[in-house]
């Protein structure tokens, strides 16, 4: 279980430092063997590869034909990349997905249960502006009740 949010500092080469608390966990969930991909929130998604190959293999079979089905596909599969973790525990990310996420020199890593998302600093302060001022937050029907 992935969760807790840590900033990072993005190399000049495109390289994460994970934190060792979640190295370990990755490497025992799925070896190193990572996914990277895109979010429509303009954030990045990365999943331990076993965790990530159902949720694939549910987008694939959506229908091409449907607008909003294809254009996921082409969103999360389309952009999806295989990554590991190198001997000092750093990710790559790619050029492509470093633009596409608007990645800078800070990163935040957010670790949401299954995986994590990685933000950009101004957008994930962006996110959390919006989250604090929300006069109301409308939950959905499935948290009915629900209290912390």
């Known amino acids: 279980m992935f969760r807790g949010a840590t900033s990072l500092n993005m190399d000049a080469k495109g390289r994460l430092a994970v934190p060792a608390k979640h190295r370990d966990a990755l490497h025992a969930q799925s070896e190193g ?3 990277l991909t895109a979010h429509p929130h303009r954030c990045l998604l990365l999943y331990p590869l076993p965790a990530w190959e159902p ?5 694939m079979a959506l229908s091409s034909f449907d607008r909003q089905s294809s254009a996921l596909q082409r969103l999360l599969v389309g952009f999806a990349e295989d990554v590991e973790l190198d001997g000092a525990g750093r990710l790559l990310v790619s050029p492509v997905l470093r633009e596409f996420a ?6 935040m890593l957010v670790g949401q249960g299954s995986h994590f998302e990685l933000w950009s600093m101004e957008a994930w302060r962006a996110q959390l502006q919006q989250v604090m001022s929300a006069e109301s937050v409308e939950l959905p029907d499935e948290l009915e009740g629900f209290s912390l």
């Open 33 to 35: 063997n990572l996914v």
């Open 55 to 59: 949720i694939q293999s549910k987008i």
């Open 102 to 107: 608007g990645f800078e020199k800070q990163v």
